[in-house]
């Protein structure tokens, strides 16, 4: 297929590069080859605390958006200093924990402004995770003792990221339509979990392809290991373009 460069840029602001690697040349190779596809690169706490200031700066020297999944979760005054601090340090997305609450979300929100407003840029990306992927309705039950569906107590924290100010939230594809109805299409939805039907499924549970999450409503993909250890990665990745692109909500 023939794909025009309207659509193109469509695609590529929606991808999100995981890069979980161990070394920084690793990370470097990746930018280097996927940077056309990919719009924003994603660095983890695995790359982050090893080679921080480092790795930062050779994505920001890129035209791609730098994410940094720190996953902030502390009282509000210290993660209000530390957001701040995530933006000064070149982030234009990144993210904390909606269940560290309201005030702790309202603070990063605050502390991002203000450093968006010093470096004269626009307001970052923040998202809230929600739930880790990881806590099933028995940890919540057996070891929380609370007594809630998982996916309604998504949603109640996505609503209160939503009043906090925050742009929207990390979640399953399986929940993207669910989050839109409840707090707006503007809130904006990522998806991790992505494998389209030819990749591995890893350790990856929930999982869906890149075209369903995206007829689902997910603004954002997170794409690792279905690129990253693809024999051909350039070839991984127009795969992905070809299948997201006959999506006819792109077409308009
Ligand atoms: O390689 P893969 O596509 O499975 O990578 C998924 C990425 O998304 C990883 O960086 C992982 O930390 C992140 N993630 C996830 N599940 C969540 C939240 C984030 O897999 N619930």
Redesign the pocket.
């Given at each position: 297929m023939q794909m025009n460069e309207i659509l193109k840029e469509k695609i590529k602001e929606k991808i999100v590069l995981?890069l979980?690697v161990k070394e920084f040349d690793e990370a470097k190779t990746l930018v280097d080859e996927l940077s056309p596809y990919v719009g924003t690169f994603?660095v983890?706490l695995q790359l982050y605390t090893k080679y921080g200031n480092e790795v930062v700066d050779y994505i920001s020297g890129k035209n791609a958006n730098f994410f940094l999944?720190v996953k902030l979760h502390d009282i509000p005054n210290t993660v209000e200093k530390a957001s701040e601090n995530v933006v000064l340090r070149g982030a234009n997305f990144f993210n904390v924990h909606a269940t560290g609450g309201l005030k702790m979300m309202e603070a990063a929100a605050r502390g991002a402004k203000k450093a968006a407003e010093k470096l004269g840029k626009k307001p970052p990306i923040i998202l809230a995770?929600t739930m880790?992927?990881s806590i099933s309705e028995e940890v919540m039950k057996d070891e929380f003792e609370i007594e809630a569906d998982v996916s309604e107590f998504a949603i109640r924290l996505a609503k209160l990221a939503k009043k906090a100010g925050l742009t929207g939230v990390?979640a399953?594809s399986l929940e993207a339509r669910k989050i839109k109805e409840a707090c707006g299409a503007d809130f904006k939805v990522l998806c991790?979990?992505?494998?389209p039907e030819w990749s591995a499924k890893?350790?990856?549970k929930r999982i869906a392809t890149p075209k369903f999450a995206i007829g689902e409503g997910a603004d954002y993909l997170?794409?690792?290991?279905?690129v990253?250890?693809a024999e051909s990665r350039i070839g991984a990745m127009e795969k992905i373009y070809e299948e997201i692109g006959e999506l006819e909500c792109l077409q308009r």
């Amino acid at each position: 297929m023939q794909m025009n460069e309207i659509l193109k840029e469509k695609i590529k602001e929606k991808i999100v590069l995981a890069l979980d690697v161990k070394e920084f040349d690793e990370a470097k190779t990746l930018v280097d080859e996927l940077s056309p596809y990919v719009g924003t690169f994603k660095v983890g706490l695995q790359l982050y605390t090893k080679y921080g200031n480092e790795v930062v700066d050779y994505i920001s020297g890129k035209n791609a958006n730098f994410f940094l999944d720190v996953k902030l979760h502390d009282i509000p005054n210290t993660v209000e200093k530390a957001s701040e601090n995530v933006v000064l340090r070149g982030a234009n997305f990144f993210n904390v924990h909606a269940t560290g609450g309201l005030k702790m979300m309202e603070a990063a929100a605050r502390g991002a402004k203000k450093a968006a407003e010093k470096l004269g840029k626009k307001p970052p990306i923040i998202l809230a995770v929600t739930m880790l992927t990881s806590i099933s309705e028995e940890v919540m039950k057996d070891e929380f003792e609370i007594e809630a569906d998982v996916s309604e107590f998504a949603i109640r924290l996505a609503k209160l990221a939503k009043k906090a100010g925050l742009t929207g939230v990390v979640a399953s594809s399986l929940e993207a339509r669910k989050i839109k109805e409840a707090c707006g299409a503007d809130f904006k939805v990522l998806c991790p979990g992505i494998r389209p039907e030819w990749s591995a499924k890893d350790d990856q549970k929930r999982i869906a392809t890149p075209k369903f999450a995206i007829g689902e409503g997910a603004d954002y993909l997170v794409i690792g290991r279905a690129v990253t250890k693809a024999e051909s990665r350039i070839g991984a990745m127009e795969k992905i373009y070809e299948e997201i692109g006959e999506l006819e909500c792109l077409q308009r």
